[in-house]
C-alpha cells in the first residue's frame, strides 16, 4: 500500500489526508489533549467480596501471573514442586510462592487449562459454602469436589490444626 503524498492534517488525534482520507497514525502532539483533560481520578466504589477474591485465587491456578526473568533464572530447571516451595523460602523469595503455578508453567510444564464452564461451576460450589471458611480449607475442598486433583499441588499443604479448626477433612 503507497504512502499518501498529499496534506496531511490532525483530526480526532490521527494524521489524516485531507483529500483521499488516508489515517497515518496518531498524532501524539500534547497541546491537542493534555492528561487534565481526562477529569479526576475517582476511586472504585466496589467493595470486598470473598467471592471476587476466591475467583482471583482460583483463577491464578492457571499459572498466567507473570514472573521477572532474573527470578526464573535462579530457579533450577528440573525441580519438583516440594522443592521448589523450599526453594523460595530459602532463598528470600516467599513472596512467590502463591504464584507456584506461574512459576512451574514457566519452567515449561504443561498444564491443563481451567476453562470458563470450570470456573462458573467452582463460584457455583463456594456459594454453597455459607459459613465463612479459610480460603486455605476452601480452594483444595472445591478442586477435588470439581474432580481437578491436579491444582491441588499448586495449593499450600493445609496443616491439620486448620483441618480441625473449620471441621473439614480433605
Known amino acids: 500500500m503507497k504512502e499518501c503524498e498529499h496534506q496531511l492534517s490532525t483530526i480526532d488525534g490521527l494524521l489524516t489526508c485531507i483529500e483521499c482520507g ?4 496518531m498524532d501524539l502532539d500534547p497541546t491537542i489533549q ?3 483533560q481526562h477529569g479526576e481520578y475517582t ?3 466496589k467493595h470486598y467480596h470473598r467471592r471476587d477474591r476466591f475467583k482471583r ?3 491464578n491456578l492457571q499459572g498466567l501471573q507473570e514472573i521477572p526473568i532474573p527470578v526464573m533464572e535462579q530457579i533450577p530447571k528440573n525441580i519438583s514442586i516440594p522443592k521448589l516451595r523450599k526453594f523460595l523460602k530459602k532463598n528470600n523469595m516467599r513472596n512467590y510462592g502463591s504464584k507456584i503455578a506461574s512459576i512451574w ?7 491443563k487449562p481451567i476453562s470458563t464452564r470450570e470456573l462458573i461451576r467452582a463460584c457455583y460450589f463456594f456459594d454453597e459454602i455459607k459459613e465463612k471458611k479459610s480460603f486455605l480449607i476452601v480452594l483444595p475442598f472445591i478442586c477435588q469436589k470439581m474432580d481437578r486433583p491436579d491444582l491441588l499441588m499448586f495449593l ?3 496443616s491439620e490444626a486448620i483441618k480441625k479448626k473449620y471441621q473439614l477433612l480433605l
Open 34 to 36: 493534555t492528561f487534565q
Open 43 to 45: 476511586p472504585s466504589k
Open 156 to 158: 499450600k499443604p493445609v
Open 22 to 25: 488516508f489515517v497515518k497514525g
Open 57 to 59: 485465587l482460583f483463577h
Open 105 to 111: 508453567r514457566q519452567l515449561g510444564h504443561e498444564m
